[in-house]
C-alpha cells in the first residue's frame, strides 16, 4: 500500500503541515519517492504517524517523542508518564477550580439579575431566598476585590455622610424588596464575616 502526503495526512487526521513539521525535526523518516518525484509512503509511515498523534494528544512534547524508543510494542518510559499523569492531574484541579468559579459567577449574576427584576410586592419567602443566594456571589466579590469593604474610608466626609449617601441612593433606585434584600444581606454577611 502506497500512500501520497495528502492521503497520509488525511487516513491520520493530520495537516499536511504537520506531517512536513515532522519530516523537518525527524519524527518520520523521508519515504522514497514514485518516479514522477512524489513521496510514497508505506504503512510504517502511517503508523508512525498515528503513534506521534496519539502521544501528542496525551501531552508529549514532540522532542520527548523524538527521544522514545521506536519499537511498535514499546511505549514511553514509566517515569514520563508519571509526570505528565502529574502534570495532567494539575491542570484538572486547576480547571476544576477554574469551573467552580465560572459557576459561582453565573450563580451570582443570576441571582444579581433576578434583584434588578425583583418586584415590590415580592413575598417574605422569595426575598429571604434571593438574599442568601447573594451571600457567595458577593464573599467572592470581596475576595477579589478587598476595597470594596470599606469604601468610606478615605471619604473626606466622613463614614456616616458616605453611609447617609448611600443609603439615600439605594432608596431611590431600587423599590423596597429589593431595598429589604439587601438589608437581609448585609445580616447575612455580617454573619459570615463575624470573628469566631
Not at 509526570?83 to 459561582?104: F, K, P, S, W
Not at 475576595?143 to 471619604?155: E, K, T, W
Amino acid at each position: 500500500m502506497a500512500w501520497s502526503t495528502r492521503e497520509m495526512a488525511e487516513l491520520a487526521g493530520v495537516s499536511l503541515r504537520a506531517v512536513r513539521h515532522y519530516h523537518d525535526i525527524g519524527l518520520i523518516e523521508e519515504p522514497e519517492r514514485r518516479s514522477n518525484g512524489y513521496k510514497q509512503y508505506g504503512v510504517s509511515h502511517l503508523v508512525r504517524l498515528l503513534r506521534i498523534k496519539r502521544l501528542t494528544a496525551l501531552g508529549f512534547s514532540l522532542s520527548q517523542i523524538a527521544d522514545m524508543d521506536d519499537a511498535p510494542d514499546s511505549g514511553p518510559d514509566p517515569r514520563d508518564l508519571r509526570a505528565l499523569d502529574a502534570e495532567l492531574a494539575a491542570t484538572i484541579e486547576r480547571l476544576q477550580h477554574a469551573r467552580a468559579e465560572v459557576g459561582a459567577l453565573l450563580r451570582g449574576r443570576a441571582a444579581s439579575d433576578q434583584l434588578n427584576e425583583l418586584p415590590a410586592d415580592a413575598d417574605e419567602l422569595t426575598r429571604q431566598s434571593l438574599a442568601e443566594r447573594l451571600v457567595p456571589y458577593v464573599l467572592g466579590l470581596r475576595s477579589r476585590h478587598p476595597g470594596l469593604s470599606d469604601l468610606a474610608s478615605d471619604a473626606p466626609r466622613g463614614r456616616q455622610h458616605t453611609a447617609g449617601t448611600l443609603g439615600k441612593a439605594i432608596s431611590d433606585l431600587y423599590n423596597p424588596a429589593q431595598v429589604d434584600v439587601m438589608k437581609r444581606l448585609a445580616g447575612l454577611l455580617s454573619g459570615v464575616d463575624a470573628p469566631r
